[in-house]
């Protein structure tokens, strides 16, 4: 009986299910259809600590021993691609060799989760005073900024705001606010908040074991996410959405472990991460 692999060119890659043969050989011209190059395949054994390659004799691949599940995921073993890669890298670290000090300055400075922001506050009584907003604020935290503006309807008026603690912006956005009798609305600006795809990352990772609240409980120490989707079925990734652009730019092509499983953190840039989107949003 034939058996559906997941394989990927590279750790972190959406994979690709093949079929094997009846007898649950693998035949490497299968493999090479859609990843050209590979010479065999390789998994991560049980406690993720090594891994282990498959046996490839005349262009066949056995199970190992145990059978294909034995790993959830397999991965091309693409000798050519190494050697290529690695003569990139050498140029490259050639070419664009910097002095440590310098490449320092050179780097984006370290996002800071705990950083505050500029917030808006919409729905005011055109009369009320920056005063009148510390004070009702203040009585939560500290406030580090009022900047009252003009509105083009003369009925109502919008100031921004910045809070001295992130825990309280984050509290007070998700409160109600009643300003002078007036009902007002503390927003993320959309400045802030940028497009949904601009907010959205895509997590690779080999497990089905992570749960949803696993997922948001590790990237809400990030920032505020608005929504975390697993596939189903599942297919090694998932979707997270911040309320903030910021937090989700920050984030793109590091990795992070979670209960001893790695997250790789991508854009949604490659046509089947968009494929991903699309499903997501049906």
């Given at each position: ?261 790695s997250l790789l953190i991508k854009s949604l840039s490659s046509n089947k991460e968009k494929e991903g989107d699309k499903m997501e949003n049906m």
């Amino acid at each position: 009986m034939s058996d559906w692999i997941a394989i990927c060119g590279e750790e972190g890659d959406a994979p690709i299910e093949i079929e094997t043969e009846d007898d649950g050989v693998l035949l490497l011209e299968s493999v090479t259809a859609h990843f050209p190059g590979t010479t065999t395949l390789k998994y991560r054994n049980k406690d993720k600590s090594a891994l282990r390659g498959v046996k490839c004799i005349e262009g066949k691949m056995a199970p190992p021993t145990g059978g294909w599940d034995q790993a959830s995921l397999y991965i091309c073993v693409n000798p050519n691609k190494v050697e290529q890669a690695g003569k990139r890298k050498a140029e490259s670290d050639e070419r664009d060799f910097v002095p440590v000090k310098t490449a320092r300055r050179q780097e984006d400075p370290e996002f800071d989760p705990q950083a505050t922001i500029d917030l808006i506050l919409l729905g005011l009584n055109p009369q009320t005073t920056e005063r009148a907003i510390r004070e009702y604020f203040e009585e939560s935290g500290e406030v580090t900024l009022v900047q009252m503006k003009k509105s083009k309807d003369a009925n109502v008026g919008y100031a921004f705001i910045r809070f001295g603690n992130k825990e309280v912006e984050r509290k007070l956005l998700k409160e109600k606010h009643s300003i002078e009798g007036k009902q007002a609305y503390l927003r993320i600006p959309n400045s802030q908040q940028g497009d949904r795809s601009e907010r959205k990352v895509y997590v690779s990772y080999h497990t089905q074991d992570l749960t949803v609240d696993d997922l948001r409980n590790h990237f809400e120490k990030f920032g505020d996410v608005e929504d975390v989707f697993i596939p189903t079925p599942w297919r090694h990734f998932c979707f997270v959405t911040f309320t903030e652009k910021r937090v989700a730019q920050s984030l793109l092509g590091k990795e992070h472990t979670l209960k001893g499983v790695s997250l790789l953190i991508k854009s949604l840039s490659s046509n089947k991460e968009k494929e991903g989107d699309k499903m997501e949003n049906m």
